[in-house]
């Protein structure tokens, strides 16, 4: 699952008012464009309850015996 690549700091969360000045577009600017798209995808994944390993198509075998004759 993709999601534990991620950690959870609660220690830098903070709580803002509404009329603060939002920093966020300098922050996303400091980070890599890997980064950011690590950061989406990420939000996608928790938005669209989606994990990329379960997800995907399952394979089926199916073995069938031909009779000769």
């Known amino acids: 699952m993709l999601r534990t690549h991620f950690g959870f700091d609660k220690s830098a969360i903070s709580i803002d008012s509404i009329d603060d000045e939002a920093d966020d577009f300098d922050y996303w ?39 000769s004759g």
Do not use: G, H
Request: glycine share 0%; no cysteine; aromatic share 6%.
């Open 29 to 67: 600017l400091a980070k890599t464009p890997d980064e950011r798209l690590a950061a989406m995808e990420l939000m996608r994944q928790i938005n669209y309850d989606y994990d990329p390993i379960a997800d995907r198509v399952s394979r089926v075998l199916e073995i069938v015996e031909i009779a």
